[in-house]
Protein backbone atom coordinates (compact mmCIF):
# COMPACT_ATOMS: atom_id res chain seq x y z
CA UNK A 1 0.00 0.00 0.00
CA UNK A 2 1.31 3.57 -0.39
CA UNK A 3 1.61 5.79 2.28
CA UNK A 4 -1.06 8.00 2.65
CA UNK A 5 1.09 10.19 5.24
CA UNK A 6 3.92 10.86 2.56
CA UNK A 7 2.09 13.30 0.96
CA UNK A 8 1.97 15.57 4.31
CA UNK A 9 -0.72 18.19 5.08
CA UNK A 10 -3.59 19.55 2.97
CA UNK A 11 -5.21 23.38 2.58
CA UNK A 12 -8.48 22.98 4.42
CA UNK A 13 -9.81 24.77 1.58
CA UNK A 14 -8.02 22.61 -1.22
CA UNK A 15 -11.55 20.05 -1.04
CA UNK A 16 -10.60 18.34 -4.40
CA UNK A 17 -7.25 17.22 -2.80
CA UNK A 18 -8.88 16.57 0.24
CA UNK A 19 -11.54 14.49 -1.63
CA UNK A 20 -8.41 12.59 -3.73
CA UNK A 21 -6.65 11.85 -0.20
CA UNK A 22 -9.94 10.44 0.54
CA UNK A 23 -10.30 8.42 -2.40
CA UNK A 24 -6.98 6.45 -2.73
CA UNK A 25 -5.89 6.19 1.31
CA UNK A 26 -9.29 6.86 3.41
CA UNK A 27 -7.50 9.47 5.36
CA UNK A 28 -6.60 13.16 4.78
CA UNK A 29 -4.35 15.13 6.86
CA UNK A 30 -5.33 18.88 6.86
CA UNK A 31 -4.17 22.18 7.81
CA UNK A 32 -5.48 25.87 8.05
CA UNK A 33 -8.23 24.65 10.43
CA UNK A 34 -8.11 27.58 12.92
CA UNK A 35 -11.48 27.14 15.03
CA UNK A 36 -14.88 24.90 15.04
CA UNK A 37 -15.93 26.98 12.20
CA UNK A 38 -13.19 26.27 9.91
CA UNK A 39 -13.73 22.49 10.90
CA UNK A 40 -17.57 23.06 9.94
CA UNK A 41 -16.54 24.54 6.66
CA UNK A 42 -14.38 21.74 5.67
CA UNK A 43 -17.10 19.27 6.85
CA UNK A 44 -19.94 20.47 4.69
CA UNK A 45 -17.31 20.74 1.37
CA UNK A 46 -17.38 16.70 1.56
CA UNK A 47 -20.32 15.67 3.79
CA UNK A 48 -23.76 15.95 5.43
CA UNK A 49 -23.23 16.53 9.20
CA UNK A 50 -24.54 13.86 11.13
CA UNK A 51 -25.54 15.28 14.55
CA UNK A 52 -24.01 13.03 17.34
CA UNK A 53 -25.58 12.85 21.22
CA UNK A 54 -22.71 14.92 22.49
CA UNK A 55 -22.78 17.78 19.63
CA UNK A 56 -23.92 20.99 19.65
CA UNK A 57 -26.70 22.24 17.07
CA UNK A 58 -24.41 22.67 14.28
CA UNK A 59 -22.86 19.15 14.86
CA UNK A 60 -19.88 19.62 16.64
CA UNK A 61 -18.30 18.19 19.81
CA UNK A 62 -15.74 19.80 21.58
CA UNK A 63 -13.63 17.12 23.15
CA UNK A 64 -11.92 18.38 26.42
CA UNK A 65 -11.18 17.18 29.66
CA UNK A 66 -14.03 17.85 31.97
CA UNK A 67 -12.59 15.80 34.35
CA UNK A 68 -14.66 12.33 33.42
CA UNK A 69 -14.59 9.22 35.34
CA UNK A 70 -17.22 7.80 33.53
CA UNK A 71 -15.08 6.13 31.03
CA UNK A 72 -17.15 4.40 27.59
CA UNK A 73 -19.12 7.02 25.74
CA UNK A 74 -17.69 10.03 27.90
CA UNK A 75 -14.01 9.09 27.90
CA UNK A 76 -13.61 11.37 25.02
CA UNK A 77 -14.42 14.25 27.91
CA UNK A 78 -11.32 13.00 29.75
CA UNK A 79 -7.82 13.23 29.48
CA UNK A 80 -7.25 9.40 29.45
CA UNK A 81 -6.22 7.60 26.55
CA UNK A 82 -8.79 6.20 24.43
CA UNK A 83 -8.23 2.55 22.67
CA UNK A 84 -8.40 2.52 18.64
CA UNK A 85 -11.97 2.25 17.37
CA UNK A 86 -14.25 3.59 15.38
CA UNK A 87 -17.24 6.36 15.62
CA UNK A 88 -20.78 5.61 16.71
CA UNK A 89 -20.09 1.61 17.14
CA UNK A 90 -23.87 1.24 18.52
CA UNK A 91 -25.46 2.51 16.06
CA UNK A 92 -26.73 0.36 13.23
CA UNK A 93 -25.75 2.76 10.40
CA UNK A 94 -22.19 4.55 11.60
CA UNK A 95 -21.18 7.40 9.71
CA UNK A 96 -18.99 7.58 7.28
CA UNK A 97 -16.59 10.33 8.01
CA UNK A 98 -14.97 11.24 11.02
CA UNK A 99 -13.48 15.09 10.69
CA UNK A 100 -11.50 16.19 13.86
CA UNK A 101 -9.35 19.56 14.42
CA UNK A 102 -7.29 20.97 16.81
CA UNK A 103 -7.30 24.24 18.36
CA UNK A 104 -5.06 23.84 21.21
CA UNK A 105 -2.59 20.77 21.78
CA UNK A 106 -1.91 19.44 25.45
CA UNK A 107 0.91 20.86 27.15
CA UNK A 108 1.97 16.55 26.77
CA UNK A 109 0.63 13.67 24.98
CA UNK A 110 -2.58 13.84 23.41
CA UNK A 111 -0.93 12.37 20.08
CA UNK A 112 -4.10 10.96 17.98
CA UNK A 113 -3.51 7.07 16.92
CA UNK A 114 -4.69 6.20 13.72
CA UNK A 115 -4.63 2.71 12.18
CA UNK A 116 -5.53 1.71 8.84
CA UNK A 117 -8.36 -1.27 9.36
CA UNK A 118 -7.33 -2.45 5.67
CA UNK A 119 -3.83 -3.25 6.42
CA UNK A 120 -5.42 -4.96 9.87
CA UNK A 121 -7.40 -6.75 7.85
CA UNK A 122 -4.60 -8.03 5.09
CA UNK A 123 -2.58 -9.32 7.97
CA UNK A 124 -5.42 -11.19 9.47
CA UNK A 125 -5.89 -12.76 6.14
CA UNK A 126 -2.15 -13.57 6.00
CA UNK A 127 -1.35 -14.77 9.00
CA UNK A 128 -4.29 -15.69 11.44
CA UNK A 129 -7.84 -16.74 8.75
CA UNK A 130 -9.09 -18.27 12.14
CA UNK A 131 -9.08 -15.70 13.33
CA UNK A 132 -10.26 -13.23 10.93
CA UNK A 133 -13.16 -15.81 9.92
CA UNK A 134 -14.55 -15.08 13.76
CA UNK A 135 -14.17 -11.53 13.39
CA UNK A 136 -16.39 -11.97 10.34
CA UNK A 137 -19.75 -13.94 12.21
CA UNK A 138 -22.37 -11.84 12.15
CA UNK A 139 -24.03 -10.72 15.63
CA UNK A 140 -21.05 -11.75 17.15
CA UNK A 141 -20.44 -8.37 19.03
CA UNK A 142 -22.74 -6.49 20.69
CA UNK A 143 -21.79 -2.85 20.56
CA UNK A 144 -22.56 -0.18 22.19
CA UNK A 145 -24.58 -1.46 25.45
CA UNK A 146 -27.86 -3.48 25.97
CA UNK A 147 -29.71 -1.05 23.35
CA UNK A 148 -26.43 -1.10 20.63
CA UNK A 149 -26.05 -2.67 17.77
CA UNK A 150 -25.39 -6.83 17.07
CA UNK A 151 -22.67 -7.11 14.48
CA UNK A 152 -19.28 -8.42 13.97
CA UNK A 153 -15.40 -6.42 13.66
CA UNK A 154 -15.32 -6.96 9.93
CA UNK A 155 -18.84 -6.56 7.93
CA UNK A 156 -18.89 -7.66 3.80
CA UNK A 157 -21.45 -5.25 1.95
CA UNK A 158 -23.21 -6.34 -1.08
CA UNK A 159 -20.45 -4.47 -3.12
CA UNK A 160 -17.13 -6.97 -1.75
CA UNK A 161 -15.83 -3.62 0.13
CA UNK A 162 -15.89 -4.28 4.35
CA UNK A 163 -16.94 -2.12 7.31
CA UNK A 164 -14.90 -2.28 10.24
CA UNK A 165 -16.81 -1.54 13.41
CA UNK A 166 -14.97 -1.66 16.80
CA UNK A 167 -14.53 -0.35 20.69
CA UNK A 168 -12.86 -1.36 23.02
CA UNK A 169 -13.99 -0.14 26.38
CA UNK A 170 -17.15 -1.00 29.09
CA UNK A 171 -19.97 -0.54 26.10
CA UNK A 172 -18.94 -3.66 24.29
CA UNK A 173 -19.47 -7.32 24.00
CA UNK A 174 -17.44 -10.26 22.52
CA UNK A 175 -19.40 -13.77 21.77
CA UNK A 176 -16.35 -16.27 23.65
CA UNK A 177 -15.33 -17.28 19.88
CA UNK A 178 -14.30 -13.51 19.19
CA UNK A 179 -13.19 -12.95 22.33
CA UNK A 180 -10.51 -16.29 21.99
CA UNK A 181 -8.90 -13.74 19.05
CA UNK A 182 -8.59 -10.55 20.69
CA UNK A 183 -4.98 -10.65 21.57
CA UNK A 184 -4.17 -11.49 17.51
CA UNK A 185 -6.50 -8.14 16.57
CA UNK A 186 -4.69 -6.05 18.72
CA UNK A 187 -1.50 -7.30 17.85
CA UNK A 188 -2.15 -6.44 14.20
CA UNK A 189 -3.48 -3.02 15.15
CA UNK A 190 -0.83 -2.42 16.92
CA UNK A 191 1.64 -3.27 14.18
CA UNK A 192 -0.30 -0.90 12.16
CA UNK A 193 -0.34 2.30 14.79
CA UNK A 194 0.76 5.26 13.84
CA UNK A 195 1.14 8.37 16.14
CA UNK A 196 0.24 11.92 15.08
CA UNK A 197 0.78 15.35 16.84
CA UNK A 198 -1.53 17.89 16.00
CA UNK A 199 -0.58 21.23 16.42
CA UNK A 200 -2.92 24.02 16.68
CA UNK A 201 -4.63 24.46 13.15
CA UNK A 202 -3.87 20.91 11.98
CA UNK A 203 -6.99 17.93 11.61
CA UNK A 204 -7.69 15.09 9.50
CA UNK A 205 -10.18 13.52 7.73
CA UNK A 206 -11.20 9.63 8.12
CA UNK A 207 -13.20 7.28 6.44
CA UNK A 208 -14.85 5.65 9.83
CA UNK A 209 -16.01 2.28 7.73
CA UNK A 210 -12.19 1.84 7.19
CA UNK A 211 -9.90 3.29 9.89
CA UNK A 212 -9.52 3.55 13.37
CA UNK A 213 -8.72 6.15 15.81
CA UNK A 214 -7.81 6.49 19.26
CA UNK A 215 -5.34 8.84 21.54
CA UNK A 216 -2.87 9.04 24.12
CA UNK A 217 -3.60 10.43 27.21
CA UNK A 218 -2.62 14.12 28.05
CA UNK A 219 -1.85 16.82 30.05
CA UNK A 220 -2.80 20.11 29.95
CA UNK A 221 -5.79 21.96 28.29
CA UNK A 222 -6.46 20.05 25.07
CA UNK A 223 -8.96 21.69 22.61
CA UNK A 224 -10.38 19.71 19.53
CA UNK A 225 -13.51 19.42 17.55
CA UNK A 226 -15.31 16.59 16.10
CA UNK A 227 -18.04 16.26 13.30
CA UNK A 228 -19.26 12.53 12.08
CA UNK A 229 -20.87 12.78 8.62
CA UNK A 230 -21.79 11.00 5.03
CA UNK A 231 -19.96 12.08 1.87
CA UNK A 232 -21.64 14.35 -0.39
CA UNK A 233 -23.28 11.91 -3.37
CA UNK A 234 -21.76 13.97 -6.19
CA UNK A 235 -18.35 13.45 -5.16
CA UNK A 236 -18.30 9.68 -5.26
CA UNK A 237 -16.24 8.92 -2.22
CA UNK A 238 -17.03 5.21 -1.89
CA UNK A 239 -15.73 4.37 1.72
CA UNK A 240 -14.78 0.89 3.37
CA UNK A 241 -12.25 -1.30 2.58
CA UNK A 242 -12.21 -2.00 -1.17
CA UNK A 243 -12.01 -5.90 -2.07
CA UNK A 244 -8.82 -5.02 -4.25
CA UNK A 245 -6.88 -4.17 -1.63
CA UNK A 246 -7.30 -7.61 0.58
CA UNK A 247 -5.46 -10.28 -0.12
CA UNK A 248 -8.03 -13.18 0.51
CA UNK A 249 -11.46 -12.98 1.83
CA UNK A 250 -12.30 -14.97 5.20
Known amino acids: MNDPFEGGRIAADDGS ?108 AETAPDALAALHAPRSVLFGGASGHFGAVFTECDDGRIVIRLRQDDLVRFSPEVSRWLPTLHAAIDRHRVELDLSAGHGYVLDNHRWLHGRRAFTGHRVVHRVNGNPLLHLGIRTGIPARMRSSAP
Open 17 to 124: AVVDALTRHGVALVEGLADSADLLRLAGSVATVVPHRDSASDGVTTLVDLGSTEGGAFAGFSSCALAPHTDRSGVADPPALTILSCSQPAVSGGQCVLIDGAAVHDTL
